[in-house]
C-alpha cells in the first residue's frame, strides 16, 4: 500500500475579517465533532502522526489514517494555542 502525495500549492485563505494566502493542499478529511467529511487544507505533515490542518480558518492536530487513506482532525481537543508552531516538532507554519 502507498500513502498518495498530493502536490502543495499555494491556498488562498478566506475568514471573515482577512484574505491570506498560505502554501497546502486540500484534501477531505474526517472532522471529529461533525463525524462526517469536509475538506481541509494540510498545512504542515511530518509523518502520519504529526500533521497541522486548518479548517473553518483555524488550526489543529491531525493524523493520517494508512488503512482507510484519509485524515483524522481533531477539532474537539486538537486546537492549536500557538496557530503559527506544529506541537509535535516546534517548525513554524506561516
Given amino acids: 500500500m502507498s500513502i498518495e502525495k498530493y502536490e502543495r500549492k499555494e491556498v488562498k485563505v478566506i475568514s471573515n475579517t482577512k484574505e491570506t494566502t498560505t502554501h ?3 484534501v477531505s478529511a474526517m472532522i471529529h ?4 467529511f469536509d475538506e481541509v487544507i494540510i498545512l504542515h505533515e511530518n509523518g502520519v502522526n504529526d500533521v497541522v490542518a486548518e479548517y473553518k480558518g483555524k488550526r489543529y492536530t491531525a493524523i493520517f489514517n494508512g488503512f482507510v487513506g484519509s485524515y483524522y482532525v481533531d477539532d474537539v481537543y486538537g486546537q492549536l494555542p500557538d496557530q503559527h508552531r506544529c506541537p509535535q ?3 513554524y507554519i506561516p
Avoid at 465533532?33 to 462526517?36: D, E, R
Fill in 24 to 26: 497546502g493542499f486540500i
Fill in 33 to 36: 465533532s461533525l463525524k462526517t
Fill in 89 to 91: 516538532c516546534g517548525d
